[in-house]
Structures are given as C-alpha cells and as structure tokens.
C-alpha cells in the first residue's frame, strides 16, 4: 500500500483556487498593515493661525527697507564669514585629497544660489540648469555652471564649535 500526500488527491484546479484563496487573503492582510500604519503615523493638524495681518518689514525693521539685495545677503553673511568658509572648505578638501578651487566669489554665489532655491523651486536640481523653457531658471547658469556648483555642495565644510 502506497501512502499518497492529500493534496496529490486533489485536482489541478482545485489545487489554483486554494493558491488564490491563499494569494488573496494574504494580499488583503498586507493591505490592511499598510493601511494600518499609513494611519497610525498621521498626525493631525491643529495650529490655529492668529488673525492678524503680517508686519510690515519697514515698520519692524526699518534699518533694512533701503537695501539693495547684495547688501541684505551681506547682513546675513558677513564678508569674514564667508572668507572662512571658503578657507575652511579649501582647508577640508586638501585633507580629502581632492583639490578644487573655491574662493570668496564661488562660496557667496553658492549660498546665494542656495537662497534662490528656497525661493524658485524645480522639481530637481539639474532643472535650474536646464535649457526647457518651462524649467530653466535663466540667472542660475550665469552665476556657476553644474559642474562648479556640484563639488562645492559636496566638499563645502560648515563646521560648528561649541567650545
């Protein structure tokens, strides 16, 4: 007497509608996991914001109503600051190994191509460079190509000293 396994008794189609009784809950228990914590990380939203109109720049700080762009990136980024990051960053790279030249001019334009994203949002970086009409941002080329910017984000070397 032959001992036969149960499921050799079964047919071929039977055999299908149990696999894909099987696929199907199994697929239904991963969807409801999912669910589940897409749920459960949601967190709601419940900053009331304050009736009131926003100041006026020239009312809350009128020492700045009078300046030109350049000299508002100036107020935010010292000259001696940036010198330093330059030297630094220089400094950092050279201990990589890699050489790259960056000065004072490269590291004011880097930041100041940093701000303007926060500004004027491309889906992707490259897009600043891009020459589509509907995604080129026209100054972004004219200040540092791709190629300069890229290592710069890469090597630049913002370092904070608690001491």
């Not at 949601?42 to 300046?67: A, V």
């Not at 100054?139 to 910017?149: A, D, E, G, K, L």
Request: with cysteine.
């Amino acid at each position: 007497m032959s001992l036969m396994m149960p499921s050799q008794h079964h047919t071929q189609e039977q055999k299908q509608r149990a696999l894909e009784k099987v696929v199907m809950v199994s697929l239904h228990e991963k969807k409801f996991k999912l669910e589940r914590i897409r749920r459960s990380k949601r967190k709601e939203f419940n900053y009331t914001f304050p009736n009131e109109e926003p100041s006026d720049i020239k009312i809350g700080f009128p020492e700045l109503q009078d300046l030109d762009p350049i000299q508002l990136f100036g107020k935010h980024f010292p000259k001696e600051y940036i010198g330093t990051l330059a030297c630094m960053t220089k400094l950092y790279v050279s201990q990589k190994g890699v050489m790259i030249a960056i000065d004072y001019t490269d590291i004011a334009q880097f930041l100041g191509l940093l701000l303007l994203s926060g500004y004027y949002w491309v889906p992707k970086e490259d897009y600043y460079w891009s020459s589509a009409e509907d995604l080129k941002v026209d100054i972004v080329p004219t200040v540092m190509s791709r190629n300069h910017f890229r290592p710069i984000k890469k090597k630049i070397f913002f370092h904070v000293n608690d001491n």
